[in-house]
């Protein structure tokens, strides 16, 4: 018994150490500059999706590694590998846009 609460113990830190930032509202509220109508709700959903498919053929490229000129030539083309891969389109175009607020917003 011990030992199985210690694997899981295991794999619950190693599944931690890829760390996905999570957004504030200070992260709002300094993109409210380039689009007023932008919310917490919309970063948490860009969160989501790099969650979700960001991970499918590398590990989570950190967003502060990268300018946010990068990740406006990057992002369309990544989300072009995911839906081709996934074979549909799961990140529409919302989706996309939310996250490209949450790398721009989670970078600085
Ligand atoms: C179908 C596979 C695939 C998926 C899905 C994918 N990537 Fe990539 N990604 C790659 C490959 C291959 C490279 C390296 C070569 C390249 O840049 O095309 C890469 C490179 C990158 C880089 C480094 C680019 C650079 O110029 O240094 C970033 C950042 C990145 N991916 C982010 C993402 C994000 C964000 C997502 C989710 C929207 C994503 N990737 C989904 C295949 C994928």
């Given at each position: ?27 709002v ?49 990544m ?24 790398v ?5």
């Amino acid at each position: 018994m011990k030992r199985t609460l210690y694997l899981v113990g295991l794999v619950f830190l190693a599944a931690c150490s890829t760390k996905i930032v999570s957004p504030t509202q200070a992260d709002v509220d300094a993109m409210k500059d380039t689009d007023p109508s932008i919310t917490l709700a919309d970063l948490e959903a860009g969160k989501a999706t790099y969650k979700n498919y960001c991970n499918m053929c590398h590990g989570y490229y950190a967003p502060s590694n990268y300018s946010a000129e990068d990740l406006q030539k990057i992002i369309p083309n990544m989300v072009g590998k995911v839906n081709k891969k996934s074979g549909s389109m799961v990140v529409n175009d919302q989706m996309q846009q939310q996250l490209m607020q949450y790398v721009l917003a989670v970078r600085d």
